[in-house]
């Protein structure tokens, strides 16, 4: 499984039992815990009681904050406003908007950023506990209700300025079943839990991994590669001993290749490469030969621009930078152990005049020592090794100059590159003493211009960065040692894992992981704060066979290149992310979203199977557990009546059950053998009895009993109704709606809408959307229901009989009205979306007179339906508002706190909270908390920013709006036929207007897409709705340019309850 994620445990008990940590298992303090919740109870189990607990008063500490809320002065608040217009930019606000939150952090207790008892208890404190449930035990009581659970916190001696809402709402976490009592093992388990699931969090948020198997092109037989290098310009360059040149994508794909060493005539050795590295602001690129030479070549050509030559040794590693304006340095490193360092000026007019000298084996050639004598050219070497160079690298951020060798005292040298100014005399004397000119000998660095590291076995290879103040070296001996620099006693750190010497190292400081490469062609990522190994690729999973010779890693195209009998490409696996300015509260596409009234707190769910806790009264994350599906998406989600347990379906056809607070899988609901992908879910109460009911491509009705009684682990459902199996759905259901007491609808993807009644399990009626009439294409003929919604107020209402109980939502964005009595039968429908996008979300509010709909590309409609469709219409209902809530299709919407707030998700990562009229609060994850009861702390009057430069969000035009028919298209089109005679062409290099399948696959695209969905899964439908192209949009006809007036009238726009992207008007 990638990223060596795994199946989440079904339960905590059985991991309490064998768990052999110290450092977290709270059971191997206080003794064992005897099974987990539901099973057999001990010996003094004491049957239920009317001590029943009441949730009524859970967060009654938030009267005294709206008191407080209520206390700030009206005037100070519509300053706040009117100090902070619509920003164009993301920007943090005024100071006096900071200064008052900031004035609500400072107060602990009276705001929301106080700690959780899990949080400020100590070891101390949970040994207090465990007395008090002994002491309970001997009196044969093993279960504490609430007021005895209260009593024994308060006497905790680091709890006792705990609130008892805090205690409250930590009993009703551990409290999930709703008895009213709990015991010790499972306010174990809820502790043991919460800490391990952060542990999971902490530890998902460091992973890291490579897609396997590589990418691999083989290379034709010959030389190895000795070097990879990707200069600025997007290409990859090879280097082979051979002096064979080729430039490669970034996906491996051959451009060209030269062999830049010309043939020699018969009898003379042919010449061969050491090391090479571009130098891109000159386009060229310098390549060290065996022949004691250091050739200068064109980068784009390969043509042979110069040559120095009569080199004392043969350079080996190749370095260069820029230094400055027309400036540069040269390093190399030899064969008697010498660091070579050419400093240049004037490089552009030196390689020029080079260029014009007698050329040798058809290149121009000058002599080092030649080349020095210029006042441009400076050339240092120093005695850094008593071996052969490894690798030579020079640092400007230090600046110094590192080297490598295979000896051990002297395996690596932090080495200055100007002499001090008593070695300054001595090489002055040399030079006197060999004759005029500059010298080329060898001197030694005095010892406090150099640091010199003693590294067992020498040092192969290494890499230094400047931010982490961090430097790693890997040798023959296997390991990774992490020094500080300028520190060469004792590393840091020490990272086992290769088995084979290290070939190549890399850090990533962005990302704060080392890449390391061994001789056996495995791969590793190490975490460099913790200092473990995330990840290891070894040869048999990447594929990459034969000798390793070369290896580069690019950030920039987040990949890991190795050359060895091929040329490989090990990309790492990576997760979108935001583009620019974008706040997200997932990293992945976020399905489905709720609202938890008991906790006052957000669960989302993405693909990722991550579900995320949030505290609606500042937006905060509180908890966060993965792999709740294992690697399938989490599809839909529902709340048990009493809002302690939540329930998700996957697309691995299972529904699990929660303990939410802290990520315990309480039950797993499934059919026997492979299980199709659950679309949605709902609870059910019926005769006082609740039921979990789920529909998917299984194309049947899924009923799974919700009892105490019932305490398997693994629930299979109840027998299918017999008119289910013969005459039900034909294809895929996509949703479910239930209406009190006995009703239910489900809506399928070829149309179908069932009703059936759930006490005798007969259909009551059943519907067929009607298609759209505006156009007779396929796409548009997409009848698929993708959600349903009862008007229950006026369900089983006699006066209004006849009226349209269901409500559902149609092709190309209209609204369906049906009546469900008497057979049932069509109503009305409107068209509700503005752009003709297919609706995918609906929500009522309580009185059911506002209807709020929402498209696939994030506009958010809310239409008056009081008194509509109650007979025939002709008119659609009154547009009460409208606003963009998202650039991607929306996947939930809530209204809560007595149809108060709004809430959100979307395809596009983020879950946001607004007010009923469209007042952006913010979005959950964003580093600025709100309080839900202060309007000043709101994001309102802005808009997130990725909404305002979105193209759709553009206000409408008449010149845009204008239908155009037949005739405008052949005209547009000769015009552009004409246009392309004159010679008017679309370069093979311009991105295209359009974007495909796979450039959306890529990220390139995700909010553009006009047309309508027509996948046959709702998630398919939401989560693919913008990979087709604009052609189910209207084609903009050419038109004059329109000359505006000089003058506008200004507009007229309240302080607090208007905006220009929230219109309140009906018509517009």
Not at 46 to 71: I, K, N, W
Not at 281 to 306: A, D, W
Not at 678 to 695: E, M, Q
Not at 729 to 738: F, R
Request: aromatic share 8%; glycine share 6%.
């Amino acid at each position: 499984m990638p990223l060596g994620r795994k199946i989440r445990a079904s339960s905590a008990g059985a991991q309490l039992e064998t768990h052999n940590k110290q450092r977290c298992s709270i059971s191997t303090e206080f003794g064992p815990v005897h099974g987990a919740a539901g099973q057999k109870r001990g010996p003094g189990y004491r049957q239920p009681t009317d001590r029943v607990l009441h949730s009524g008063s859970v967060f009654s500490y938030l009267d005294s904050r709206e008191e407080r809320s209520q206390q700030l002065p009206n005037w100070l608040e519509r300053e706040l406003l009117r100090q902070e217009p619509r920003r164009h930019s993301l920007t943090l606000g005024d100071v006096a908007k900071l200064s008052m939150r900031q004035r609500y952090r400072a107060d602990p207790a009276g705001t929301l950023y106080e700690l959780k008892i899990e949080q400020m208890a100590s070891i101390h404190d949970l040994k207090h506990i465990k007395l008090a449930y002994d002491e309970f035990a001997k009196a044969g009581i093993y279960m504490l209700d609430y007021e005895e659970f209260q009593s024994v916190v308060k006497k905790c001696p680091g709890l006792k300025s705990v609130k008892d809402s805090q205690i409250q709402q930590l009993f009703m976490k551990i409290d999930y079943t709703g008895d009213g009592r709990i015991e010790w093992h499972e306010f174990c388990t809820y502790i043991y839990l919460e800490n391990k699931e952060k542990e999971e969090t902490v530890r998902r948020s460091k992973m890291a991994a490579f897609i396997l198997p590589a990418i691999v092109k083989p290379l034709n037989r010959g030389e190895p590669v000795l070097r990879i290098h990707f200069p600025p310009n997007g290409t990859i360059v090879t280097l082979r001993e051979d002096g064979v040149v080729s430039f490669w994508t970034p996906r491996l794909y051959l451009k060209n290749k030269k062999n830049v060493f010309l043939d020699r005539s018969i009898g003379r050795k042919p010449k061969w490469a050491t090391d090479f590295v571009p130098m891109p602001e000159y386009n060229k690129v310098i390549i060290g030969t065996g022949s004691r030479e250091i050739q200068f070549y064109e980068l784009s050509t390969l043509e042979p621009c110069c040559q120095l030559s009569v080199l004392e040794t043969v350079p080996l590693n190749l370095d260069y930078c820029s230094t400055g304006q027309d400036e540069c340095i040269i390093v190399y490193g030899d064969t008697q152990g010498c660091v070579n360092i050419l400093l240049m000026k004037s490089v552009r007019e030196k390689l020029r005049l080079w260029k014009r000298l007698p050329q040798v084996d058809n290149v121009p050639n000058i002599s080092i020592d030649h080349a020095v004598q210029s006042p441009e050219i400076t050339f240092i070497r120093w005695k850094s090794h008593q071996d052969w160079v490894s690798k030579v690298k020079y640092f400007q951020s230090i600046p110094a100059i590192v080297s490598s060798s295979m000896h051990e005292d002297c395996a690596l040298v932090i080495g200055s590159i100007h002499p001090s100014t008593y070695m300054q005399e001595l090489m002055r004397e040399k030079t006197e003493a060999y004759g005029e000119g500059k010298s080329t000998k060898v001197a030694h660095r005095a010892t406090s211009n150099q640091t010199v590291f003693t590294v067992p076995k020498g040092v192969t290879t290494f890499d230094f960065c400047k931010n982490r103040n961090l430097l790693v070296t890997g040798g023959m001996d296997k390991l990774l040692r992490m020094w500080m620099p300028y520190v060469p006693r004792k590393p840091t750190g020490i990272l086992k894992g290769h088995t084979a010497p290290v070939s190549y190292l890399c850090i990533a400081s962005e990302d704060g992981h080392i890449f390391s490469v061994s001789t056996d062609n495995t791969a590793k990522i190490w975490h460099i704060k913790d200092q473990t190994c995330l990840f290891t690729a070894h040869p048999k999973a990447s594929q990459i066979q034969g000798e390793l010779s070369a290896c580069l890693y690019s950030s920039a195209v987040k990949g890991l290149y190795i050359a060895s009998d091929s040329l490989a490409l090990l990309p790492l696996q990576t997760k979108p992310q935001p583009k620019g300015n974008q706040i997200v509260s997932h990293k992945e596409p976020v399905l489905c979203c709720g609202y938890s009234e008991e906790f006052r707190q957000v669960v989302s769910c993405s693909e990722g199977s991550v579900v995320k806790v949030w505290d609606v009264e500042t937006g905060a994350q509180v908890f966060e557990y993965g792999c709740a599906h294992g690697e399938s998406a989490i599809t839909c989600m529902a709340f048990d009546p009493s809002g302690r347990r939540l329930v998700t379906g996957g697309r691995d056809g299972c529904l699990k059950m929660w303990n939410f607070n802290n990520g315990q899988c309480v039950k797993i609901l499934s059919r026997d053998g492979r299980c199709a992908e659950i679309c949605d879910c709902s609870y059910l109460t019926l005769h006082r009895n609740a039921f979990v009911i789920s529909v998917g491509w299984g194309r049947r009705i899924d009923i799974y009993l919700d009892s105490k009684e019932e305490t398997q682990f693994n629930q299979r459902p109840k027998p299918s109704w017999q008119d289910d199996v013969r005459n039900g759905h034909k294809e895929d259901i996509l949703c479910i709606a239930n209406c009190t007491p006995h009703l239910l609808a489900t809506g399928s993807y070829d149309g179908e809408i069932i009703v059936w009644n759930v006490v005798s399990g007969r259909i009551q009626c059943r519907f067929q959307t009607p298609p759209s009439q505006q156009s007779s294409s396929t796409h548009s003929r997409n009848t698929s229901v993708l959600c349903l919604i009862f008007l229950k107020t006026r369900a089983f209402v006699p006066e209004l009989s006849s009226s349209a109980w269901l409500v559902s939502s149609g092709s190309r964005g209209n609204i369906n009205f049906w009546s469900v009595l008497n057979g049932g039968k069509f109503i009305t429908s409107f068209q509700a979306s503005q752009l003709k996008q297919q609706i995918v979300v609906l929500a009522l509010t309580q009185d059911d007179s506002m209807l709020f709909t929402a498209d696939h590309v994030g506009f958010v409609y809310v239409y008056n339906v009081k008194q509509y469709a109650l007979g025939p219409e002709q008119n659609p209902p009154e547009k009460v508002n409208f606003w963009r809530a998202h650039i991607s299709s929306i996947t939930s919407l809530k209204i809560f706190d007595k149809d108060q707030f709004l809430l959100t998700s979307s395809l596009d990562c983020s879950v946001r909270l607004w007010t009923i009229h469209g007042e952006f609060i913010g979005t959950f994850g964003q580093e600025e908390s709100w309080s839900i009861n202060t309007p000043s702390s709101w994001k309102h009057p802005t808009v997130p920013y990725e909404i305002l430069i979105d193209p759709l969000s553009m206000p409408s035009h008449p010149v845009l709006d204008i239908e155009i028919n037949h005739s405008d298209v052949s005209n547009s089109e000769k015009t552009e036929n004409a246009n392309s005679e004159l010679g008017v062409l679309i370069t093979e290099t311009d991105p295209p207007s359009i974007l495909n399948d796979k450039d959306t696959e890529d990220g390139t695209n995700n909010s553009w897409s006009l047309s309508e969905p027509g996948r046959r899964q709702r998630h398919a439908i939401l989560k693919h709705g913008n990979r087709t192209s604009l052609k189910g949009h209207n084609t903009l006809k050419d038109s004059d340019i329109i000359v505006s007036p000089a003058t506008c009238k200004k507009p007229d726009l309240s302080l607090r309850n208007n905006d220009s992207f929230v219109s309140n008007d009906a018509e517009e």
